[in-house]
């Protein structure tokens, strides 16, 4: 026991004399360059270290900070109010209003089946078309914008987690189809598509603000971050448009198309001392709030974009040239019996025999060959800058998109022939919205003045460019009475206690490179009161099939009750005494019209 310690003291004893130095792996020398290479290594490690801290944190802080921002802080639009439209009482035409909208994270969207298909008939999905916009891919989707505040309501009381709402703003249009085609529509950004609300646009829009916020991760606004940039609204627009004559004269034309089983028409009422459009009617039309299943001819806003032959409403001007040219008189008398005027051949007609007539029987009576011999007495020229003078072939200087300029060719290529046809309306064409411009040189003293759709300031002065003497614009205005009277081609155009003066107007549609044989428009252009003109009114009707086409007959009514209606809501006083008058009278046949 004794001797077997000692062996192992003395073998303990031993392995601690063992010299380190004598172990070939432990007495070999480290190279001094290895350990100078891992304290390089080191140090370059600290250097970059060192270097990436001062590029993040001096040459590349904006956009480390932006990064960072982009993480937790979000930018918010403010968004303007759209300016309002409004008629020329102020009564509100277009305006917006916030509705809201509601939109989604898909990737956070976490909610049980049932809640899922609630939220799908809500939304009016199938919840496989509720599946497929929450693509768990996409960052942000609109679910529904410009909802209903129900339907809103009713999502948000589901409680659904990565669903939200915002507000936004959504146009709306009181006066629904009857002004359509003045205000137009936008699009769901509010940006203008027609009308006076694409006429406007910049106007309109204003400027949207921005507010810089930071958001958790449910979307919730935390709190706020530099400076909030407020929106600037948009500008009211103050239209010409007076609501009450709109309404009333989109519900002649509308009630006038039904009647005729009529194709469309148009109304256009002017003030005949500012210029301004007090209504322009369409039929048919659309609710810009709802615009569903819209068609082309709905859209069509006919008084400014469809041009045509005026027909008889140009007599009143060809007659005027000849009267300020000094080639005829009121009373001369001219010789309208068949083939009395023959050129190459050819020879106007009459819709029935006349014989001789005074000038001013020329306009009651509507006379074709009676016009193309005045025509005759003049220049090509004198005409052509007389109907340039009058607005023809020219695009009106309105703001308003979609007026056209018609057609006028250029007097040198003009053969006899094509002369005698323009006086009385025929191989050149204009908008509706033209030929009632045209018309104010005999309301207002023979010079014709800008028209607008934006409401005049009362005291600026409204001047215009003389066509006519004042001797010769009165002279025109009774020969209008007339043919709007007893004896003339309109008499349905007579309104009860106020003086009129108007031509109506009958033309073959053109189909291709010729007219359709049963197809025609008719019209009626006229002034009110004549004693004392105050409007200038406008009615088409475009193919007229109940059994009447002439514009007497079909356009006549129309003006009659616009112009009514018109006068007394202007408060224009009654020029005439209400006498009764024989029904059979007031239904005359305008026998005398002309194509």
């Known amino acids: 026991m004794i001797g077997g310690k000692r062996s192992r003291n003395a073998t303990r004893n031993a392995a601690r004399s063992v010299s380190y130095s004598s172990s070939p792996l432990l007495a070999s020398k480290t190279p001094?360059?290895?350990?100078?290479?891992?304290?390089?290594?080191?140090?370059?490690?600290?250097?970059?270290?060192?270097?990436?801290?001062?590029?993040?944190?001096?040459i590349g802080e904006d956009f480390f900070q932006r990064q960072g921002e982009a993480r937790y802080a979000h930018k918010m639009e403010l968004p303007?109010?759209?300016?309002?439209?409004?008629?020329?009482?102020?009564?509100?035409?277009?305006?917006?209003?916030?509705?809201?909208?509601?939109?989604?994270?898909?990737?956070?969207?976490?909610?049980?089946?049932?809640?899922r298909r609630q939220l799908a008939k809500l939304l009016d999905m199938s919840p496989a078309e509720l599946d497929k916009r929450l693509d768990p891919s996409s960052r942000f989707v609109f679910l529904r914008r410009q909802a209903d505040d129900q339907t809103a309501a009713k999502i948000k009381a589901l409680g659904l987690k990565g669903v939200f709402q915002d507000r936004e703003y959504k146009r709306q249009y009181p006066e629904g189809e009857s002004a359509a085609h003045i205000v137009g529509f936008t699009n769901i950004e509010e940006q203008g598509q027609e009308g006076i609300e694409l006429a406007f646009q910049k106007d309109?829009?204003?400027?949207?603000?921005?507010?810089?916020?930071?958001?958790?991760?449910?979307?919730?606004?935390?709190?706020?971050?530099?400076?909030?940039?407020?929106?600037?609204?948009g500008k009211d627009i103050e239209l010409s448009i007076d609501a009450k004559v709109q309404f009333f004269a989109y519900q002649r034309v509308r009630d006038a198309v039904a009647e005729n089983n009529a194709k469309a028409g148009s109304v256009v009422v002017l003030d005949a001392h500012t210029g301004e459009v007090l209504a322009l009617a369409n039929y048919p039309s659309y609710d810009p709030g709802h615009r569903q299943n819209l068609s082309g001819e709905q859209l069509r806003n006919r008084a400014l974009t469809d041009v045509f032959e005026p027909g008889s409403?140009?007599?009143?001007?060809?007659?005027?040239?000849?009267?300020?040219?000094?080639?005829?008189?009121?009373?001369?008398?001219?010789s309208t019996g068949p083939r009395s005027v023959v050129i190459s051949g050819w020879s106007p007609t009459d819709a029935h025999a006349h014989g001789d007539l005074t000038v001013q029987q020329v306009i009651q009576k509507s006379s074709n060959i009676g016009a193309a011999r005045m025509a005759l007495m003049m220049q090509p020229r004198e005409m052509h800058e007389m109907f340039t003078a009058i607005g023809l072939g020219q695009r009106p200087q309105i703001d308003f998109p979609g007026a056209v300029t018609g057609k006028l060719r250029p007097w040198k290529s003009w053969r006899p022939i094509e002369q005698a046809t323009m006086s009385y309306g025929y191989g050149l064409s204009a908008?509706?919205?033209?030929?009632?411009?045209?018309?104010?040189?005999?309301?207002?003293?023979?010079?014709?003045?800008?028209?607008?759709?934006?409401?005049?300031?009362?005291?600026?002065?409204?001047?215009?460019?003389?066509?006519?003497?004042?001797?010769?614009?009165?002279?025109?205005?009774?020969?209008?009475?007339?043919?709007?009277?007893?004896?003339?081609?309109?008499?349905?155009?007579?309104?009860?206690?106020?003086?009129?003066?108007?031509?109506?107007?009958?033309?073959?549609k053109q189909e291709g490179k010729g007219y359709a044989s049963h197809k025609y428009r008719s019209w009626f252009v006229g002034i009110a009161p004549i004693s004392k003109p105050r409007i200038i009114v406008a009615v088409m009707v475009d193919e007229p099939k109940n059994g009447q086409y002439f514009g007497g007959a079909v356009a006549g009514p129309v003006f009659s009750q616009v112009v009514a209606q018109t006068l007394r809501l202007l408060g224009e006083p009654a020029d005439l005494e209400v006498k009764p008058q024989i029904v059979a009278q007031q239904k005359l046949q305008a026998v005398d019209e002309s194509f």
Do not use: C
């Open 204 to 233: 309109l829009q204003g400027r949207d603000g921005s507010r810089s916020v930071v958001r958790d991760r449910l979307g919730r606004v935390v709190e706020d971050m530099g400076e909030r940039v407020p929106a600037a609204n």
């Open 431 to 508: 908008s509706l919205l033209q030929l009632a411009r045209a018309y104010t040189v005999f309301a207002r003293d023979g010079d014709i003045i800008p028209i607008t759709m934006t409401r005049r300031p009362v005291d600026q002065p409204v001047t215009g460019i003389k066509v006519f003497s004042p001797k010769v614009a009165a002279d025109i205005r009774a020969m209008l009475q007339m043919a709007a009277g007893p004896g003339g081609t309109a008499p349905q155009a007579m309104v009860p206690g106020y003086s009129v003066g108007g031509k109506s107007g009958t033309a073959h």
């Open 313 to 334: 409403t140009m007599k009143p001007f060809t007659t005027a040239l000849a009267l300020e040219t000094g080639r005829v008189r009121p009373d001369t008398l001219l």
């Open 80 to 115: 303007a109010s759209r300016g309002k439209i409004s008629d020329r009482s102020g009564q509100v035409l277009a305006a917006s209003v916030a509705v809201p909208s509601i939109w989604a994270f898909p990737k956070e969207v976490d909610a049980d089946p049932d809640k």
């Open 32 to 58: 001094p360059w290895r350990s100078r290479f891992l304290v390089a290594l080191v140090g370059l490690a600290f250097a970059g270290l060192l270097g990436r801290a001062a590029y993040i944190q001096l």
